[in-house]
């Protein structure tokens, strides 16, 4: 007997901890912790052997292997990260080559000489292996001009299009008139070469006292990004002030508004910003929420694990504690639905992975790694 319950619980103990199912509009969806043990995770990519690459915003790049073993010592070789506020390191992304050339990217706040901050991009090559990975060569290829103080509005996903050009995502920096400024980085979604150039055919690339790196201007902070499977087009969700959070489409040279419309108020006094919520030469979102659920992440499901989904949006939500999912037909709302309300906690990233799951990264102190598998 006393053997038998010895195997009994070493059968118990090798098994998962219980999966949360929850019913959805479209699926039954299992919620399984993959991972845990990370400090507020910002970014999530998926190496093309089924490993993971996870940031940590104080600054840690980590390796999570397939079955989800965290691996306990951190990539070197990174830069220095300035994390405060809401800044420190923030996205990851592999080059569309990478099996050939092997360069990973990743954003960070970094803080120069005269003590002023802002969002820089830098690439290196993975090398090494458990518990010796490290980063060589690395390259800044892009700093955020011109920095400043405090430690707000960072932005910052990356995301390749479909000719090799990097879209960074950068914010105002708590600014909010540098958002209508082309002489500033602040507030705008800039295109870059993937060494670090302006990408050739940028709105203002020949434009005296515009940045040629800007592709989009007028937005607050987007903190979620990502490219149309079907059409190729980027999208991206805003977070807007008290109220006002936006999914938007981004088109070259279109000016999103902010600070001078907006569907969101200031905070605790609740007063009007700017001059409204429409203005003529203004892009109108796709789709706003009042309240703010506080979005980030972004990813089109274009999987098979969730047939229902297929073709539609999957937005993170911080303050909003949920997946919400959002249906288009081409570039106009249709429906959304605020998935697993309830059972997880603030969502920073969404990511679909190349086994057609999707994988949420959570912004807590022992952060995870949540799979979402079908129940059925």
Same mark, same amino acid.
């Given at each position: 007997?006393?053997?038998?319950?010895?195997?009994?619980?070493?059968?118990?103990?090798?098994?998962?901890?219980?999966?949360?199912?929850?019913?959805?509009?479209?699926?039954?969806?299992?919620i399984v912790r993959l991972t845990e043990g990370l400090e507020h995770p910002w970014g999530l990519a998926f190496l093309p052997d089924g490993r993971m690459l996870v940031t940590?915003?104080?600054?840690?790049?980590?390796?999570?292997? %397939?079955?989800?073993?965290?691996d306990p010592v951190p990539v070197a070789g990174l830069p220095r990260t300035d994390a405060q506020g809401q800044g420190g390191l923030l996205d990851v992304a592999l080059h569309?080559?990478?099996?050939?050339?092997?360069?990973?990217?990743?954003?960070?706040?970094?803080?120069?000489?005269?003590?002023?901050?802002?969002?820089?991009?830098?690439?290196?090559?993975?090398?090494?292996?458990?518990?010796?990975?490290?980063? =060589?060569?690395?390259?800044?290829?892009?700093?955020?001009?011109?920095?400043?103080?405090?430690?707000?509005?960072?932005?910052?996903?990356?995301?390749?299009?479909?000719?090799?050009?990097?879209?960074?995502?950068?914010?105002?920096?708590?600014?909010?008139?540098?958002?209508? %400024?082309?002489?500033?980085?602040?507030?705008?979604?800039?295109?870059?070469?993937?060494?670090?150039?302006?990408?050739?055919?940028?709105?203002?690339?020949?434009?005296?006292?515009?940045?040629?790196?800007?592709?989009?201007?007028?937005?607050?902070?987007?903190?979620?990004?990502?490219?149309?499977?079907?059409?190729?087009?980027?999208?991206?969700?805003?977070?807007?002030?008290?109220?006002? =959070?936006?999914?938007?489409?981004?088109?070259?040279?279109?000016?999103?508004?902010?600070?001078?419309?907006?569907?969101?108020?200031?905070?605790?006094?609740?007063?009007?910003?700017?001059?409204?919520?429409?203005?003529?030469?203004?892009?109108?979102?796709?789709?706003?929420?009042?309240?703010?659920?506080?979005?980030?992440?972004?990813?089109?499901?274009?999987?098979?694990?969730?047939?229902?989904?297929?073709?539609?949006?999957?937005?993170?939500?911080?303050?909003?504690?949920?997946?919400?999912?959002?249906?288009?037909?081409?570039?106009?709302?249709?429906a959304d639905e605020f998935m697993l309300r309830g059972a997880v906690p603030r969502i920073r990233d969404v990511r679909v992975g190349p086994d057609g799951f999707v994988y949420?990264?959570?912004?807590?102190?022992?952060?995870?790694?949540?799979?979402?598998?079908?129940?059925?």
């Amino acid at each position: 007997m006393r053997g038998a319950a010895l195997l009994l619980v070493t059968l118990v103990a090798a098994l998962p901890a219980a999966a949360q199912v929850v019913q959805t509009r479209e699926h039954a969806v299992r919620i399984v912790r993959l991972t845990e043990g990370l400090e507020h995770p910002w970014g999530l990519a998926f190496l093309p052997d089924g490993r993971m690459l996870v940031t940590e915003r104080p600054g840690r790049l980590r390796v999570v292997e %397939r079955d989800g073993r965290l691996d306990p010592v951190p990539v070197a070789g990174l830069p220095r990260t300035d994390a405060q506020g809401q800044g420190g390191l923030l996205d990851v992304a592999l080059h569309p080559r990478f099996a050939e050339n092997g360069f990973i990217y990743w954003s960070y706040a970094q803080r120069d000489a005269s003590g002023k901050n802002g969002t820089e991009v830098a690439r290196g090559k993975l090398a090494g292996g458990p518990g010796r990975w490290r980063i =060589d060569g690395v390259q800044v290829i892009f700093r955020m001009q011109p920095k400043s103080g405090g430690g707000l509005h960072f932005g910052s996903r990356l995301v390749f299009d479909r000719g090799g050009h990097l879209f960074v995502t950068l914010g105002e920096r708590g600014d909010m008139q540098r958002a209508q %400024r082309l002489d500033d980085h602040g507030g705008k979604i800039v295109r870059l070469t993937d060494d670090g150039k302006p990408a050739p055919g940028n709105p203002f690339f020949d434009r005296a006292g515009a940045r040629p790196e800007i592709y989009s201007y007028g937005h607050r902070n987007v903190q979620g990004a990502a490219i149309d499977p079907a059409t190729g087009v980027l999208w991206a969700t805003e977070h807007g002030p008290q109220g006002g =959070d936006e999914l938007n489409v981004i088109k070259a040279g279109v000016n999103y508004g902010w600070p001078v419309i907006t569907y969101g108020v200031n905070y605790v006094i609740g007063t009007r910003i700017g001059e409204g919520t429409e203005k003529p030469g203004m892009a109108q979102p796709v789709k706003y929420w009042i309240p703010s659920p506080a979005l980030s992440g972004l990813a089109f499901y274009a999987g098979d694990r969730f047939p229902k989904w297929r073709g539609d949006l999957l937005l993170g939500a911080l303050r909003g504690q949920a997946l919400i999912r959002v249906r288009v037909d081409g570039e106009k709302f249709v429906a959304d639905e605020f998935m697993l309300r309830g059972a997880v906690p603030r969502i920073r990233d969404v990511r679909v992975g190349p086994d057609g799951f999707v994988y949420l990264l959570t912004d807590e102190s022992n952060g995870a790694i949540l799979r979402l598998e079908p129940a059925t």
